[in-house]
């Protein structure tokens, strides 16, 4: 059973900062591109950022541009989201993919074009 798994979320104030892992148990899987996504009450998932299987290629969504830094460390099979400045429009489940296909925009920002999926990780920020 594919399995992402993702953790770091919590509750932070309004201009906090929290760091979501991925953690991708395998070599296949933690080789590929992952992408991370969020969904938030009464909301579609959206796309939030993504990363080449090197690390040397990144996209984010324009609305966290600046602020979230996407990450990986191959050698630990994980995949890291470094979030300062976090508003409470950030509030939601925040979801590891993966997906065996090259990294490329924008079909990264479309949840179709990710094969694999955590369960999620609840990110609530306090305003």
């Known amino acids: 059973q594919v399995q992402l798994v993702e953790s770091g979320g919590g509750l932070v104030q309004a201009g906090g900062s929290l760091r979501l892992s991925c953690a991708a148990p395998g070599r296949t899987l933690s080789s590929q591109p992952k992408g991370w996504f969020r969904q938030a009450p009464g909301k579609e998932r959206e796309f939030v950022a993504a990363?080449?299987?090197?690390?040397?290629?990144?996209y984010y969504a324009d609305s966290v541009k600046g602020r979230f830094t996407i990450s990986r460390d191959n050698a630990k099979n994980t995949v890291y989201l470094q979030m300062n400045s976090l508003k409470p429009e950030d509030a939601a489940v925040y979801y590891c993919?993966?997906?065996?296909?090259?990294?490329?925009?924008?079909?990264?920002?479309?949840?179709?074009?990710?094969?694999?999926w955590g369960q999620g990780t609840q990110v609530t920020v306090s305003s």
């Open positions: 993919a993966a997906t065996p296909s090259i990294l490329m925009w924008p079909r990264a920002t479309y949840e179709q074009n990710w094969d694999y």
């Open positions: 990363i080449s299987s090197s690390g040397l290629t990144t």
